[in-house]
């Protein structure tokens, strides 16, 4: 995770005495190129890790940094910044539209356990709850169902909490090619990946260094004692055949998912569910059911058909946004 290595960057210059600031996005609104979460550590020795979004604004951002780091300047400020040369003030020199709301911070060596902390709770993919205010920053690794939020009454008065660590959850089921090629994209996309196989001589198994988790189960009704109904599961099937394909989904159809797809050709997509509906299976749950799975983009090579299956769970998972 891109986060992880930005917190890596603090938590060296705290140990080494090098001042590092934090650049986090406390808010996006509309078409910003930085997100909510996005962060950045910037060191005096130049060194940076991250991004709050690129271009103009990003490099202003850095050198202005780098500036009151090299003459020792403590900084806690909230910076608001509008994506468009029309407005009145708070330009960042994009158009994009938009708005994004920063936080600079120069962390100091009493956070430094804190981070620690954080840090030893993502490289073990566990969650967290962040918390940044006019205190300066707090890890706590117990989330509680505590929530996201941003409440801000001005740049005295405000409070950031995120929960990190993994969020989404990618199920892939079946171990070859595609599913090496689709861990691939989707580990950089920041999903935890969870490949099922059942065959463990399989090379694009072994091979697989994408995957946070491969479990190999002797039969694909194992899986629905394994993978957890939630609204940020994600599943993929992508067997070896036919009948290994119609075994896992029977076993999964009746858990609910945030996005539940099965790769194949039209013609044994169409069987599978013809052969459903004949032994009337529940109507509703089968219209939810992505497939043939991905973009139709006339994919052929698996890493063609991982970009397909990727821009579709990636559709899902922000519809709403």
């Not at 009493?110 to 300066?136: F, V, W, Y």
């Not at 090629?181 to 996309?189: D, F, K, Q, V, Y």
């Not at 050709?265 to 569910?273: A, D, H, L």
Request: proline share 2%; with cysteine.
């Amino acid at each position: 995770m891109k986060q992880q290595a930005a917190w890596k960057l603090i938590a060296d210059s705290l140990q080494h005495n090098i001042p590092v600031m934090l650049l986090y996005v406390l808010e996006s609104k509309g078409s910003s190129p930085g997100r909510r979460g996005f962060m950045m550590a910037v060191d005096r020795d130049g060194q940076m890790v991250g991004s709050i979004g690129g271009g103009i604004m990003e490099h202003k951002f850095v050198e202005m940094v780098k500036e009151k780091l090299l003459h020792n300047e403590h900084v806690l400020a909230v910076k608001q910044q509008v994506h468009d040369k029309a407005a009145a003030k708070n330009q960042s020199g994009m158009i994009c539209s938009g708005e994004q709301t920063i936080l600079l911070y120069q962390v100091n060596p009493e956070d430094a356990l804190d981070i620690d902390r954080l840090i030893d709770s993502l490289e073990h993919n566990q969650n967290g709850l962040l918390t940044l205010s006019p205190k300066g920053l707090h890890f706590d690794s117990e989330v509680n169902g505590r929530q996201d939020l941003f409440n801000m009454a001005d740049e005295t008065e405000w409070l950031y909490q995120e929960v990190t660590g993994y969020i989404n959850h990618l199920f892939i089921i079946g171990g070859g090619h595609c599913a090496l090629a689709l861990s691939r994209m989707m580990s950089t996309l920041g999903f935890y990946v969870h490949i099922y196989e059942n065959r463990p001589e399989l090379n694009t198994l072994q091979q697989n260094d994408a995957a946070n988790e491969k479990t190999l189960v002797a039969d694909y009704n194992e899986l629905a004692e394994l993978i957890e109904s939630g609204e940020h599961n994600y599943v993929v099937l992508m067997t070896w055949g036919y009948r290994t394909d119609d075994i896992a989904l029977r076993s999964l159809m009746n858990k609910d998912f945030k996005y539940l797809g099965v790769l194949g050709s039209k013609k044994k997509i169409k069987k599978m569910f013809t052969d459903y509906a004949a032994e009337g299976m529940d109507e509703q749950r089968l219209k939810k059911i992505f497939s043939p799975i991905g973009i139709q983009i006339k994919s052929q090579t698996p890493e063609e058909i991982a970009v397909s299956i990727a821009a579709q769970i990636i559709k899902v998972k922000n519809a709403g946004l």
